[in-house]
């Protein structure tokens, strides 16, 4: 079912159940975000994608990944006041994480070049977003990072901040992460996922049956032979890295085809 | 006494009475009328009551007698048996302890509705609740259309009291209406704003009303379980509550087929853990949920989804507290309570600055003025009122001015408040406001649940704003980002908490915004609270700003060269100070209102001492050297002040002096026994090393004229030729031989002259140059040393110490005394004729004028005369100092602020300004100097003067266990022996040793770390 709205002074059409923020890109306009990813429930709480409302909505601010079209919404992502909130936003976003390439790229977009608030004494590169903790937690389902500590000292960890066994070493966390505050490294036989707090998991890496390089930890082929076994219905036997699998995969394809 | 009486005993247990001890009271009430049992005719009924409301009276006690009360406050155990004997038993009340009329206005002003049971009924026991008309109204509503119910509610206006104001009755209709059957009701009772004891007076006075509230609001409803979130803090509320739960569930009020009906409702107490954020709707249900209490930034109503995704209906304490009486005397008569769109009445905590705190309650609109004067009884200890802050700490403050506006939600909000859940925080004059602000501020970020941006970083950074403006370091821009970022967290928030934070900001802005630019303009904190910016007594007095308590403090921990270096922020003489500084500081010395003074002075001569004879000389570091070079004039305390201060920043100074030698007054005027001239020559030869360049022997007038150095290349000049001239007596004869000035007199001995000898020496004037005279004389093998002065020893402005070692060394003091005419033979003097003098009425100076007394002259025999009445400043010739205006007594014409003389790049300080004064003020005067030179030779127009002393140094507070602080006593000085003093003329002072010096400095009591 669809909707009739106006974005940015035009009249368009909005698929009902869909935010603003998902109508707004699929309509080409930028909003800038770093708590929204496609694949989790919206969190809404970076603030950066507000915009501002009107018509069938009471006229104010609101944040745009956790706020449904409806009939007659009239929605701004580029008013006077959005603008004004969301160059604060970069601004104190900027001034705990000064460092962040990532941080820094997008303000730049958005027109924010340094911020004001910046004293000289952090770099922190952690902007609270949370795409790592619900990633582990509702789509991974290891349960391994959680937020710790309330206000200015809230925070990204595990359990007594301590080394995590639940961490399966996945590394999900570090590529969802928008500003490269938590990390992977692989070396050699080595995997540890860390922040600037602590480390998160630590492994040895197991090596491929096949060609002998280390890929991935024993935990995580469980965790992946248990998920799978389970969908699959069958029992993933070997331990192949993903490009022995792929051939192996691809010779049983043409192998099968072939008889 | 033979009548029955009916006597009953109501002891205040609401949280204020338990804590000023009423559970004593009421078990000294209980033992004594067990022991007095036979003597009283029927046994009172003694009751444990909720709050009576006036918490500074406590502990409360109504009696009652056939009827009527009679309160007593301030009751102690001890006064249990007197009330019992002379009141219970022998019928006379005890005046002395019964409330006064105060405390009936007090009440007798308000209008109780939810707190009218609170105080007269035991909270423990369910049929107290009953019997006076407990439970009445639900039971009624169980007989009514549910439907009806909401209707009642929403006529009667109630609106939610945990701060939204929200209609209830829509609350509780939308949540009616709203898809599913299983339904909540919860009970806010997690009251977090500091301040604020509403709920907590209800919960522990009243706790059925609350009760009796949910049950008919889930009646209405359609819910059968029901929460109470209430803060762990709260354990006495807790108590009673769960108690009174008990009590319902045995009545059949609840649980299964309540009031008899085919309907179940029962209620779940849940503690919260300490956590503010926990108030806040959302966060409350997740909290519930065994989730860490984060509030949700979902735009969906808890009345459609709340708790674990069901309609929930959450009201605050007081809110459910106010549906039975709507219930059972009707939605018109709550109707006309109150104003236009608040309507009932309202609890307030009334805390801070205010003579009657306590828990009141008033109907919606009355003016704030009524509350805050008639009801909390104005303002304590004389104090002026500045502002109420009302709603917790999100609420704003309130002026002065607007005191008259009537206590309502939209009043409170055009104020740039909000009633919240009604906390009233009074604030008098000695309230910082910009500290205020930070406190807010402070709270809420660290009750912040952190998930959004603006809230976690914004408050961040304005708490670090807030800091730096009650710490000195404001700066012009820091009030428009206040205002800016208040706007941003206001707008972008995710939750309430975050939503108001800004408010106690925004207010003070908006109302005390002069405050805000003290602190950032003057570094000046004018209610004296903030301590960087508030310096302690002995700091503040000091004419050179010294920042005394960090050097003390460090003397304390031993760290003699900090110590050092902190003086010397102010002071290029701390050892020449430390021997022969009068120390107004020590007049000021809180210490001394305790026992003695801390010997600050002493202190200061010891660590210098030890620094100088540790490292050879203090080490001041030099900014990059300059081109340009300054004169100084003058090699006495205020031109080498100038001088160092100068050099330090730089530049290349050279310093012209008169003398033979350096040092001015310090060399030529202070005798050796005061300030040796070895120890002088070591810390004037630190001013040397730093390339200071002194020239002697080269006079101002005869040498060379202002215009010279200007031609010499000189970018300023500084004028401290001090004041040397002396002040002649006037009377004949005095240019005789053995009659000779102070001044000249000390002059030759400094400079190791031969000065003139005398048997019978008369020493004229009471200042310290008379003292230091008569005290050398002494010292020159006369075999008598007078001092006359014409005044008392009160009016004597020589120091206390210098008059007390004087008369130790044999000098006679004759007061009332004043020379007539010199007496002579053959051109030399041979005596005085003196006249007594009475004092008469005070003179300009404010000090009582002498008047001669007729027919009191004699002769006083003597061959040495010197007098000592004061000098003033040897004018140089008028071509030499062209430009340059003397004022009418003879001293430099120059601005007051700036010491700069009526011709461009010329300054003048010390004694040639203000006459004689001490050393420490012509130090004071030549660093002030220094700065405006400097600012004069790079162009700035308007160089800050900081209006009040700086701290130099942040010194931790010092670890003294308190056996030891009342041991230690403040030290006599060692002083050297008679025999010696009286043909030496040896240092008499010998200093304190390094323990000596540090266990006094431990007796500082660090007035600079207070608040």
Redesign the interface.
Known sequence: MMVQMTLNNKEIEASKGSSILETARKHGVDIPTLCYHEALEP??????C?VEVGGALRSG???SC??NVMDGLIVNTESE?VL??RQ??FE??L??SPDSKALIDLAAKHGVYES??Y?GDTDDNC??C?LCVRACRDKIGAFALC?A??????MVTTDFESLSEYCIGCGTCAQICPTGAIRMKDDGEERIIYTKNGVVGKFKLETCDLCGIPYAPRKYLDFVKRNSDASMAVSVARDLCPTCARRTGAINIVGSMTM | MAQQQDITIKICAGLGGVMSGSNKVVAAFNQILEEKRVNVQVTPKLHKVGCLGLCARDVLVDVYINGTKFTYQHVTPEMVEEIVDKHLVGGEPVEKWLVDEAYQNYHRNQKKLLLKNCGRINPESIDAYIDVGGYAAAQKVMNMDPGKVIETIKASGLRGRGGGGFPAGIKWETCRKAEGDIKYVICNADEGDPGAFMDRAILEGNPHAVIEGMIIGSYAIGSVEGFVYIRAEYPLAVERLRMALNQARERGFLGENIFRKNISFDIKVVLGAGAFVCGEATALMTSIEDMAGEPRPKYVHTTERGLWGKPTNLNNVETWANVPPIIENGAEWYAGIGSENSKGTKLFSLAGKIKNTGIIEVPMGMPLRKIIYDIGGGIPNGKRFKAVQTGGPSGGCIPEALLDIPVDYENLSKAGSIMGSGGMIVMDEDTCMVDVAKYFISFCLDESCGQCTPCREGLHVMERILTDITEGRGKDEHLQQLLDLSEIIVDSSLCGLGKSAPNPVKSTLRYFKDEYLAHIHDKHCPAGVCRRLTPAPCHMTCPAGIDVPSYVALIALGRHEEAVKVIMEDNPFPWVCGLVCPAPCEGMCRRGDVDQPISIRALKGFASKYVMEKFGGYEPGIKTRRDEKVAVVGSGPAGLSAAYYLALEGYNITVFEALPEPGGMLRVGIPPHRLPKDLLDKEIENFIKMGIKIKTQTALGTDFTLDDLFDQGFSAIFLGIGAHKPISLGLAKEDAAGVIQGVDYLKKLNLGEPVPKGRHVAVIGGGNVAVDVARSVVRKEAQQVTILYRRTQREMPAYDSEIEGALEEGVKISYLTAPESILTQNGHVVGLRCIKMKLGDPDASGRRRPIPIKGSEYELESDLVIPSIGQTMETPANESIKGVDIVKWGSFKVDAVTLATTRPGVYAGGDAVSGTATVIEAIAGGKKAAIAIDAYIKGNEDPKFPPIPQKKAEVEKIDVSEEKMAQLKRPKIPLLEIEKRLCTFDQVELGLSEKAARDEAKRCLRCDLSQ
Do not use: S
């Open positions: 969190y809404g709480v970076c603030r950066l507000i601010i609101r944040i956790i706020q006041r004004r909130n604060f936003l104190l976003l001034a705990r004001r608030f004293e902007v609270r949370g937020f500590h309330r206000g200015y000292d809230r």
